[in-house]
């Protein structure tokens, strides 16, 4: 017998193709278990103005919709989330926790199953920390979730930017010119790194690899003079830094103008590829975590993000998730470490290092082949 009589599901943070997949997946997996489904519109957002809104009826119409199994119908293949998103900076208060408490108890809501990135996956272990044992999925385009090695969105978001570059290639060939474009990717450079590979850039600047603009400029001139190159791409990651209050992409356009006088043109590829339908890959991603995140609660687990590692999902422990990503990203504070064992603190260095190795090596490769 099931430990929960309801779930909640939720996505939250910036949606991403497949979310439907992974709502779908859950609530089919929780209904054929004999689970209750609810819903749970504009994310974090939606339990809070649950908790403030006195009628039931509103509640069930606007924040926690009863699914029923045609709930989900004809959702795996769409883009965006049915059960919309939001950010929500309230819920990080205590008293955005007591009313998202108070939305959970009011309601019947046991456990809560929760979509999106590491900001979700931070409300997910404090509503565990609360009683409400809650299980992520990872959802976003950036890829930036250090536990996992994909993350759902993030395949559509390649295909559907590496049309986009494939349409950029023609107009640089017809006019002979280099098209310095910015990525979307939060700091992350996976999404600009795949496509650096994929499409032959001629120069692509990540915020993890110090990135040498005089040798890039110098690149893409000998593209021109040496190879005869008429078109040039070069990707810019989202999160290098302005300078002088511009963008990096822009600096680098003016830069390459002055010192080739290639004819350049700098543009920015931004929330377009945070929609569309999903890619199989994603949808059969995000349709096991869904089922499995279900099933860990069944099984009476809770405070994990399900994960994709070495083509089979897994599931760690979310505050493991949560700590190794500070250590990738350079920001754990003092005592960020102190309840993990030594062997713990070794996986996560290994964890890290291979990240940083496999960046490497495909950046290194981007350029290597790039002419
Ligand atoms: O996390 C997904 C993402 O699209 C990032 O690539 C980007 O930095 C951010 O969200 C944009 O957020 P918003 O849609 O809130 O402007």
Redesign the pocket.
Known sequence: MPRFRKIGILSS??D?PGMNAAIRAATRRALSQGLEVVGIQGGYAGLLSAADEPDKEVIRQKYLRPFDTASVSNIVYRGGTILYSS?CPEFKTEEGMNKALKACHDNEIDAIVAIG?DGTFRGATDLTNHGIPSIGIPA???N?ITATEQTIGFDTALNTALGMFDSLRDTAESHARCLVTEV?????GF?SLYLALATGANALAIPEIPFDREQAIKTIGEARTRCGKRGILAIIG??MPKIDGKDYGEIFKNEIIERTGIDTRYNKI??I??GGNPTLRDRLTATQMGVEAVNKLLEGRSNLVICVNENRITATDINFALVLDKMYKNKLKDGDLDNFTAFQVAQMKARCEARAAKIERLYNMAYDISM
Do not use: V, Y
């Open positions: 943070g910036g991403a950010r990135g976003t385009i950036d930036d979307m990717g939060n700091g992350c999404l989202e999160g931004g929330h590829i945070r």
